[in-house]
Nanobody, 118 residues
Framework: QVQLVESGGGLVQPGGSLRLSCTTS????????MAWYRQAPGKQRELVAQITRADVTRYADSVKGRFTISRDNTENTVYLQMNSLKPEDTAVYYC????????????WGQGTQVTVSS
């Protein structure tokens, strides 16, 4: 089974920083994309950041310039560095892994809570 284990969430003041980590139980290179999603109360889950196997990245407009997604293939880990955090960044953040092959499953982490509040 594929497992995604997330860590790094917590409570931070506005303007602060956090780094989320997601470690996979298998070789991370078997996934075409790794991504971070988030879901705030009463809202739909949204894509925050995505990185392809070729290291092409994309971000939600709301986090561009503040968040950075990266990965360490040796450690089978993807990171989300979050700077200049705002209260509207408060959400449960989920790691996502996708092979983008027909008939294959998409994998999700358990979620980690990020709360930005003074």
């Amino acid at each position: 089974q594929v497992q995604l284990v997330e860590s790094g969430g917590g409570l931070v003041q506005p303007g602060g920083s956090l780094r989320l980590s997601c470690t996979t139980s298998v070789n991370i290179l078997q996934f075409y994309t790794m991504a971070w999603y988030r879901q705030a109360p009463g809202k739909q889950r949204e894509l925050v950041a995505q990185i392809t196997r070729a290291d092409v990245t994309r971000y939600a407009d709301s986090v561009k310039g503040r968040f950075t997604i990266s990965r360490d293939n040796t450690e089978n880990t993807v990171y989300l560095q979050m700077n200049s955090l705002k209260p509207e960044d408060t959400a449960v953040y989920y790691c996502n892994a996708d092979r983008w092959l027909f008939g294959t499953a998409v994998f999700w982490g358990q979620g980690t809570q990020v709360t930005v509040s003074s």
